[in-house]
């Protein structure tokens, strides 16, 4: 019955508009960077895999990252996904600009991507990443370079964030659900006339102020029952 609920507040949550607008951006030539923004259960990770799925229907190949606070730096990872190297390519890049005398983090950014141009690994990509806010600065900054750097190619990387990370991206922002958005869950859930659905979507919003976790938590506990 879980998984019942799960998939009717992904019905309802990043709307197919949204949905399908960044589908249409995925696909438009050119690259971009694109931020989901919201706070803690207005629903990203919800949209995030509801975007994963729509690119799997539509059969658009597409990159996902997880980052996490474990990992002080990410941007080894995020290089070795972006050109498909391991770590012995990545270690002679790193040994090349220190031999160059590189100290400036973006003078290393434009080393690594011209190599990578050269040597044809530069290529378009669609990557999702998820929890944007555990990626450090350095990360950061080359995700913003990368994508200003290759305008030339169709890079599209979608970060979802609980706030905004990129001083050059194109945002969106997420909200709580408000009461219509409960009732349309509620109606996939539970057959009751207009008048209690109504009723009980506005107990449910007083009670969780559209917080999604929390409904699909008081969800489960009542189905569940």
Do not use: W
């Not at 059969?59 to 997880?66: A, D, V």
């Not at 141009?117 to 944007?132: A, Q, S, T």
Request: hydrophobic share 40%.
């Amino acid at each position: 019955m879980d998984s019942v609920i799960n998939k009717a507040i992904l019905h309802h949550i990043g709307k197919s508009d949204l949905i399908n607008d960044l589908e249409r951006r995925i696909l438009f030539k050119g690259s971009e960077l694109i931020e989901i923004n919201g706070d803690s259960g207005s629903g990203k990770t919800y949209l995030f895999k509801k975007l994963c799925q729509q690119l799997e229907t539509r059969e658009i190949t597409y990159l996902k990252y997880y980052p996490t606070v474990l990992e002080i730096n990410q941007f080894r990872n995020i290089i070795k996904l972006f050109f498909s190297i391991n770590d012995e390519e990545y270690g002679k890049y790193l040994d090349l600009a220190i031999k160059s005398g590189i100290t400036s983090r973006y003078d290393f950014f434009y080393l690594l991507t011209e190599k990578m141009r050269k040597e044809r690994k530069l290529k378009d990509l669609v990557l999702l990443i998820d929890n944007g806010e555990v990626l450090d600065s350095y990360t950061l900054d080359f995700l913003q370079y990368f994508v200003q750097y290759s305008s030339d190619r169709q890079i599209k990387i979608v970060v979802f964030s609980s706030k905004g990370l990129f001083p050059f991206s194109s945002k969106e922002r997420l909200n709580f659900f408000s009461v219509s958005d409960i009732s349309l869950v509620l109606s996939e859930l539970f057959n009751q006339t207009e008048e209690d659905l109504q009723a009980q979507s506005e107990i449910l919003y007083n009670i969780t102020q559209g917080n999604i976790y929390i409904i699909e938590y008081i969800l489960n506990e009542v189905i569940n029952k």
